[in-house]
């Protein structure tokens, strides 16, 4: 059963351009989160997708956007790429639950580096 | 915003002594979890917990809710060199849809 998958491990972008990162949920799991971390702190929120639609975003610049397709596989784009986008960037998947007892699994990220 | 403050920032230790790291939130919390990250990976998750009060135990590990699920903490017993890492407290928000994260303990063994 594989888990939470995520792609590319690693890239370097230059300032301005645009990055798109790639996740695919662990199996049976149909709601798609993604995280962005900086170095030395916890993951930041940026936006959930659960049903092909943003249900719920985080505070992040409309440069950041995303998609999720009917396979529940998502992306993550970020446009106009500045130093400080520079970050672990985390997917993670959980079955879509109303109560407190979700399980949340993370891939490995996305580490972008922006010069 | 909700908000999870977590304490302290760092701890060094010597090998065979215990580590203890503590959550708070002003509002009550529907669960908190917690995970580990090793240097340069992915969050791991370790725990969750859900009902006020509630003790687990992992092995060295041992896992607290608070009565008032307001606080909660991490306790290792006789670490290891491979407990090393950054030990994080997140919590669901009342939509149940996104973590709000604790800054992280990060446990250092002194050589």
């Known amino acids: 059963d594989a888990g939470v998958t995520q792609s590319p491990t690693h890239l370097i972008k230059t300032r301005g351009q645009q990055v798109t990162l790639r996740c695919s949920p662990k199996?049976?799991?149909?709601?798609v989160s993604w995280y962005q971390q900086a170095l030395g702190q916890g993951p930041q929120f940026i936006f959930q997708?659960?049903?092909?639609?943003?249900?719920q975003r985080g505070n992040f610049p409309d440069r950041f956007s995303g998609h999720q397709y009917p396979n529940y596989s998502s992306e993550l784009n970020v446009n106009a790429l500045l130093l400080g986008d520079s970050a672990l960037y985390l997917c993670?998947?959980?079955?879509?639950?109303?109560?407190?007892?979700?399980?949340?699994?993370f891939g490995e990220g996305s580490w972008l580096t922006v010069v | 915003g909700q908000q999870v403050m977590q304490i302290p920032q760092y701890q060094h230790v010597q090998e065979g002594e215990d580590f203890t790291t503590y959550c708070n939130s002003s509002?009550?919390?529907?669960?908190i979890q917690w995970y580990k990250q090793r240097p340069g990976g992915h969050p791991v998750f370790l725990i969750q917990?859900?009902?006020s009060g509630e003790v687990k135990k992992q092995k060295r590990l041992t896992f607290q809710f608070g009565e008032a699920k307001k606080n909660s903490s991490l306790h290792i017993t006789a670490t290891q060199t491979t407990d090393v890492g950054t030990y994080f407290c997140?919590?669901?928000?009342?939509?149940?849809?996104?973590?709000?994260w604790g800054a992280g303990t990060k446990l250092i063994i002194k050589p």
């Open positions: 997140a919590a669901l928000t009342d939509s149940n849809y996104q973590l709000i």
């Open positions: 509002t009550t919390l529907s669960n």
């Open positions: 917990l859900v009902k």
């Open positions: 199996s049976g799991h149909d709601t």
């Open positions: 997708y659960y049903e092909e639609e943003e249900r």
């Open positions: 993670a998947s959980s079955r879509d639950r109303s109560d407190a007892g979700n399980t949340i699994y």
